[in-house]
T-cell receptor
Framework: EDKVVQSPLSLVVHEGDTVTLNCSYE??????LLWYKQEKKAPTFLFML????IEKKSGRLSSILDKKELFSILNITATQTGDSAVYLC???????????FGTGTRLTIIP | DGGITQSPKYLFRKEGQNVTLSCEQN?????MYWYRQDPGQGLRLIYY???????QKGDIAEGYSVSREKKESFPLTVTSAQKNPTAFYLC???????????FGSGTRLTVV
């Protein structure tokens, strides 16, 4: 059974801090790993990763995948209150038409 | 604008009643999904459909039913057999799953 584990479950930091969110997976026939941000309702897409060691970057957010150690990290630098959200990690595998999600990390930024 | 519309946003139901959640997309996506989200448990798959008139059970299908009569629509019925239906329900669609989903805004169902 495919498994995706995120850590920590929740994190509270002060504005301006840098945070690292973790996602590890145990799946068969890995194809891609995706990160989503969920503020109140609909999760919105952040990154898709398929290759090890290639950093994806968007503003203050960045993510990288390690296919040997089976994990990904999501970094957020100079955090702002607008970064407060649940961050979801999901994995897609070959031959499977659905994503497997982790439990999410709830990030709270204190002004 | 293309997207997914879920309705209603909030729904209250008495115990013992069936209720249907609507999900409509105009993205021309073949695949559609229903997930349930509970605090601390992430997203759990209820049902999914790859094409019209075909659908598969997910991990927690008991107490739920779906139909896929049109490409654009994938309604979810929460039946009285669902023992703990109070949750946030998310609908999603996809053109190619490796690139992820487009999500609707969700329906929060409360059983009173």
């Amino acid at each position: 059974e495919d498994k995706v584990v995120q850590s920590p479950l929740s994190l509270v930091v002060h504005e301006g801090d840098t945070v690292t969110l973790n996602c590890s997976y145990e799946v068969t026939n890995f194809r891609s790993l995706l990160w989503y941000k969920q503020e109140k309702k609909a999760p919105t897409f952040l990154f898709m990763l398929t290759s090890s060691g290639i950093e994806k970057k968007s503003g203050r957010l960045s993510s990288i995948l390690d296919k040997k150690e089976l994990f990904s990290i999501l970094n957020i630098t100079a955090t702002q209150t607008g970064d407060s959200a649940v961050y979801l990690c999901a994995v897609h595998t070959f031959g499977n038409e659905k994503l497997t999600f982790g439990t999410g990390t709830r990030l709270t930024i204190i002004p | 604008d293309g997207g997914i519309t879920q309705s209603p946003k909030y729904l209250f139901r008495k115990e013992g009643q069936n209720v249907t959640l609507s999900c409509e997309q105009n993205l021309n996506h073949d695949a559609m999904y229903w997930y349930r989200q509970d605090p601390g448990q992430g997203l759990r798959l209820i049902y999914y459909s790859q094409i019209v008139n075909d659908f598969q059970k997910g991990d927690i299908a008991e107490g739920y039913s779906v139909s896929r009569e049109k490409k654009e629509s994938f309604p979810l019925t929460v039946t009285s057999a669902q023992k703990n239906p109070t949750a946030f329900y998310l609908c999603a669609s996809s053109e190619d799953t490796r690139y992820g989903y487009t999500f609707g805004s969700g329906t929060r169902l409360t059983v009173v």
